[in-house]
Nanobody, 115 residues
Framework: QVQLVESGGGLVQPGGSLRLSCAASGSMFSIDVMGWYRQAPGKQREMVAFITIGGSTRYADTVKGRFTISRDNAKNTVYLQMNSLKPEDTAVYYC?????????WGQGTQVTVSS
């Protein structure tokens, strides 16, 4: 069973940057389309970005041009570089398979954008 561990969140001022990491145990990671998701208080979880096995990417309109998803299959890790952060990016960020979200959810990593 794949276990997901997200890290790299924190408190950052508007306009700042953070790099999130998602480490996945399990041997199937390298053939999965992986995505980053986020959930803000009182809102549904939403897809932020996903990356295919071959490295093709897709972003939600709200983060396009500011966030970059990447992966290192040798390390079973997916990254999310977040630049030009806005207060509305505040949420708990998770990774999971896309679109099935069929892995057990990790604990997520809190991102708070505030001055």
């Amino acid at each position: 069973q794949v276990q997901l561990v997200e890290s790299g969140g924190g408190l950052v001022q508007p306009g700042g940057s953070l790099r999130l990491s998602c480490a996945a145990s399990g041997s199937m990671f390298s053939i999965d389309v992986m995505g980053w998701y986020r959930q803000a208080p009182g809102k549904q979880r939403e897809m932020v970005a996903f990356i295919t096995i071959g490295g093709s990417t897709r972003y939600a309109d709200t983060v396009k041009g500011r966030f970059t998803i990447s992966r290192d299959n040798a390390k079973n890790t997916v990254y999310l570089q977040m630049n030009s952060l806005k207060p509305e990016d505040t949420a708990v960020y998770y990774c999971n398979k896309y679109p099935s979200m069929s892995y057990s959810w990790g604990q997520g990593t809190q991102v708070t954008v505030s001055s």
